[in-house]
């Protein structure tokens, strides 16, 4: 800012103007607000956004633990459960095996889940529509208030429904984490997890 217009926010004594002319440095430091741009319209795309995230990563010290849950058919297989990070473990009962993504390295938690056993054909049903169906679900159920909206794009419906938390809304609504994690699923499953800072959703596809 030039010395010349700090005066005038001086003189006039706005001290509420100065403050948004100069951000503090818990906004400068946000993790959030300067990830990349996300395109994940076709594969090329989609690597693009891959490469800027991994930069992004890299830049700013997070990384990831990829684990795996072998799945509590009554809940209560609470060993298994013990080496598990609290925000990647998404259901309450009748849990299937899952792997997870944790993001490590940023302000608050994230973790991403997929279900391994509803998977579909690597041969066909998901196309470029459903990245993107996928991710547009997932960031329209952030912004609901309520523990039994939900949210459908394309053949996926993304809920707070059935987790481990009583999720009513996202305190953090921002979801190119979530890209991060699905970016680096090689498979293609039919339900995904997400978890930002003890919220919990998941989306899935209405069939394979």
Do not use: H
Request: overall charge neutral; hydrophobic content about 40%.
């Amino acid at each position: 800012m030039q010395l010349y217009t700090l005066l005038q926010f001086l003189v006039a004594g706005n001290l509420a103007a100065l403050a948004t002319a100069v951000p503090t440095a818990a906004a400068a430091a946000s993790d959030d607000a300067l990830l990349p741009e996300i395109n994940l319209l076709t594969a090329a795309d989609r690597e693009v956004t891959k490469l800027k995230m991994e930069a992004y990563f890299a830049a700013n010290n997070i990384t990831v633990n990829d684990g795996f849950y072998s799945g509590d058919e009554n809940g209560s297989n609470k060993l298994a459960k013990r080496s598990i990070p609290s925000e990647c473990i998404f259901e309450v009962s009748r849990i299937p095996a899952y792997y997870y993504r944790q993001i490590v390295g940023i302000q608050g938690t994230a973790c991403i889940g997929y279900v391994t056993n509803m998977m579909c054909s690597n041969s066909g049903f998901w196309n470029d529509a459903d990245w993107t169906d996928i991710q547009r679900s997932v960031a329209e159920q952030v912004t609901k208030d309520g523990f039994f909206k939900t949210t459908q794009v394309g053949r996926w419906t993304a809920a707070f429904l059935n987790l481990s938390k009583f999720t009513t809304a996202f305190s953090n609504r921002e979801t190119v984490l979530f890209i991060y994690g699905l970016l680096w699923i090689e498979r293609r499953p039919q339900r995904f997890y997400w978890s930002r800072d003890g919220d919990f959703l998941q989306t899935q596809r209405d069939r394979c």
